[in-house]
């Protein structure tokens, strides 16, 4: 395709999506490419972007999110993209548009209506919400850590409870007064969640709730698997267990959850697990909205399928990448794990692809280099693996060495959306923020 179109209009790139690889891609697509030949289009329902796996953090009031978010408008303008605030709705692929849900005030009343946007390469990027598998309940009764919305109402809702317990226990002896949660799914998000909640509530005793102390929070991490952490290695797993348990968790194995009430989950085996917030965490899945979206081909989980230049089955002009695409690279069908490593990946690859189209280059395919997985459990340890040739295969890694490279990943998703400089400064601005705010944001 030529730079510009043959009708003098320029070639328009639209994203959907501006997480943790859609937004690196509009980083380097609007700081490559030249601006009076190319439209660069982000498409996002929130106004800012803050990295999913710090969601945990937010929820627990470890990490104050308004430091830590990007408002798309101002990183627009320094990387040369348009910002279109609205949610996708549909794909009309004849006319190359994707539709745009209205926009609506605080009071419900629309500010901008349906509109449309016209691309000539669209890639979605719009990652992937909590999978309830039908468990009924779960929808009225659990929350789920998908966006910044979730994380923030978990954390009222936290610090209500607690401020409940604390003040029972003044007026009264408060002896059976506690903030009781319960995380549904054992893996990453389930894991660092509980042990962020114990961090969080040994400082609670600091910012005025005196008699509050983490003796008073009852966490039970419920597993369907015979163990936690399945993408670990069984001795992290045992260790991460070890160490949630010293804590004071609850941790349930081959434990199936059947429904949740008002009042606590209920599990195949009779047991009910009372509880004053509940969080479901067990696994992702592509939004509704997805499902056979434009007539593309998706998974049974909403997710768009697509070939190994992350192209759509249907459609060589249509990209997916991160959560919500199903790239299944070798024979023996393991799928791309939805994870932000694999976004980031999938975002390098999606930008060379996009490139080689437009030069009538050949395209390249996706290679996932699955660099571990790492499980941060808080301040109190890091636990995962390192895959690759630096380490000769896969190593089991726990402790600082662990936490650095752990904390890394975000670093390399700064640098990848604001550039060396900014990025390495904002990583400074971190660790001084660490030491002058307060430890919990507790509003
Ligand atoms: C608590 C938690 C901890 C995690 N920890 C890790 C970890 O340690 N390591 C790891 O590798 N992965 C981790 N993950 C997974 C990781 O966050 C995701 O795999 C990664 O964010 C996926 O990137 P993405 O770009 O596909 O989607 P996202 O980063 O989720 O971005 C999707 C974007 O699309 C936008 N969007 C959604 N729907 C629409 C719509 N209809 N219209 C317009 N915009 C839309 C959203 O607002 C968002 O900005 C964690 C996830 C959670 C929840």
New binding site residues.
């Given amino acids: 395709m030529p730079r510009r179109r043959k009708d003098g209009r320029k070639t328009q790139i639209v994203v959907?999506?501006?997480?943790?690889?859609?937004l690196e891609l509009v980083a380097k697509l609007g700081g490559h490419l030249p601006r009076e030949d190319f439209d660069i289009i982000l498409?996002?329902?929130?106004a800012t972007?803050i990295w999913?796996?710090l969601?945990?953090e937010v929820a627990a009031g470890s990490l104050d999110a308004n430091l830590d978010e990007v408002g798309y408008r101002g990183h627009a303008f320094r990387w040369g993209y348009r910002y279109f605030d609205?949610?996708?709705e549909s794909i009309d692929r004849d006319a190359q548009e994707v539709v745009v849900a209205p926009i609506l005030d605080d009071d419900g009343s629309e500010v901008i209506g349906r509109h449309r946007i016209r691309y000539d390469f669209l890639v979605l990027?719009?990652?992937?919400v909590s999978n309830d598998f039908g468990t009924p309940g779960v929808k009225a009764h659990c929350l789920s850590?998908?966006t910044r919305a979730d994380a923030d109402r978990f954390r009222r809702r936290l610090l209500n409870q607690c401020l409940r317990v604390s003040r029972s226990m003044t007026q009264n002896s408060g002896a059976d007064a506690y903030a009781r949660v319960a995380i549904v799914g054992g893996g990453?998000?389930g894991v660092?969640l509980a042990a962020e909640l114990y961090s969080a509530a040994t400082a609670l005793g600091f910012y005025g709730l005196e008699v509050f102390d983490e003796k008073r929070l009852q966490v039970t991490l419920i597993e369907a698997g015979p163990r936690i952490l399945p993408a670990l290695p069984e001795k992290l797993a045992a260790a991460a267990t070890a160490e949630l348990e010293a804590l004071g968790v609850r941790v349930l194995t081959g434990t199936q959850v059947i429904s949740a009430s008002a009042d606590g989950i209920e599990t195949k085996s009779g047991e009910h697990i009372p509880a004053d917030i509940m969080v479901w965490a067990a696994g992702v899945k592509g939004?509704d909205?997805l499902s056979g979206i434009g007539g593309l081909e998706t998974t049974r989980n909403n997710q768009l399928l697509v070939g190994p230049t992350l192209q759509t089955t249907r459609d060589p002009n249509i990209f997916a990448?991160?959560?919500?695409a199903s790239y299944t690279p070798g024979e023996d069908g393991t799928p791309i794990p939805?994870?932000?490593?694999a976004?980031h990946q999938m975002a390098a690859t999606a930008y060379q692809n996009l490139r080689a189209l437009i030069d009538n280059k050949p395209l390249r395919d996706f290679v996932y280099q699955d660099k571990g997985s790492?499980v941060s459990l808080a301040r109190y340890t890091t636990v995962g693996s390192l895959m690759g040739n630096l380490v000769g295969g896969r190593m089991a890694i726990e402790g600082r060495l662990a936490r650095l490279v752990y904390t890394s990943?975000y670093r390399m998703h700064l640098i990848a959306i604001h550039g060396w400089l900014k990025g390495l400064s904002l990583v400074l601005v971190g660790h001084v923020n660490q030491v002058v705010r307060p430890k919990l944001k507790l509003h």
């Fill in positions: 959907v999506g501006g997480g943790a690889g859609g498409v996002d329902r929130n972007h999913k796996p969601l945990h609205g949610a996708l990027a719009v990652g992937s850590l998908d990453a998000t660092e939004a909205f990448i991160g959560d919500c939805p994870r932000a490593q976004a790492l990943l």
